[in-house]
């Protein structure tokens, strides 16, 4: 039987402003990558949402990104490489010592958006980020973007890495994600998502927009916790994966 992780960004509500419903969705993923307060979140919901995933059995993970609020991450910085690694190792170090205070631990390190997205075409990049943040836990799993820059950083540093696909992104032939700013780079629809996400787990491969097929090692799938049908996205992906006897549960971690 195929088995795979279900896991979603969240804890990126900040003060009296709420972002996603992840209550909800710590009932569906398995896996929860929890913003660090430098693109989203404050102390009080990294808390929060680490104390639901935790009681939830939820894996932790940490979610650093560019230190944006207005832009949410997900606009491309040029920041010194020093700067930019001891931002992770503060965000990191952030995650692991909340984590640890309320009897739970991180498992996990995943990028998050322009960040996530230069270190897919970076390998230097993405090595560096990698070193960063294990430099505070060498025991972290690294979450990558299947067969991207990302993949080849962690094989090369030989940590402990986690595949992932998106289950509401579209993908250029390269593997990279699609821009945010193209037509149809973002998949809303929960009908097209939860079989798409079948076929892919089937046929161990990422399915680009141009029917190309990506051979890969699919370890878990990525559902955004900010898009306005996450919950009804995360229930349609979980359901059609179990339907297709695919065993939904968190990832181990893998070093080849």
Known sequence: ????????????????????????????????????????????????TMRTAHANGVGIGTHPGFADLQ?????????????LQNSIRYQVAASV??????????????????LANMASEDDTLARDLFEAALSVDPDLIVMVLCATAQEEAVRALGC???GEIFADRAYNDDAT??????????????QIAGPRM???????????????????????????????????????????????????RQFDGRRH
């Open 1 to 48: 039987m195929n088995r795979v992780d279900l896991n979603a960004d969240m804890g990126e509500s900040f003060g009296p402003w709420k972002m996603g419903d992840d209550a909800t969705l710590l009932k569906t993923v398995t896996s929860a990558n929890i913003a660090c307060g430098a693109h989203a979140g404050d102390p009080d919901v990294m808390v929060a």
């Open 71 to 83: 832009g949410f991450g997900r606009r491309r910085m040029s920041v010194p490489r020093a700067s």
């Open 97 to 114: 010592g909340v984590a640890k205070s309320i009897g739970a631990r991180v498992r996990h390190l995943k990028l998050h958006g322009a």
């Open 160 to 162: 402990s890495y986690a």
């Open 177 to 190: 994600l699609v821009d945010r700013s193209l037509p149809g780079a973002v998949i809303h629809d929960p």
């Open 198 to 248: 079948v076929e892919m787990v089937q046929a161990g491969a990422i399915i680009t927009e141009s029917g190309k097929r990506i051979k890969t090692s699919i370890d878990t799938i990525c559902l955004h916790g900010d898009t306005p049908t996450a919950v009804e996205i995360a229930r349609s992906v979980r359901t059609a994966l179990e339907g297709a006897d695919i065993a939904v």
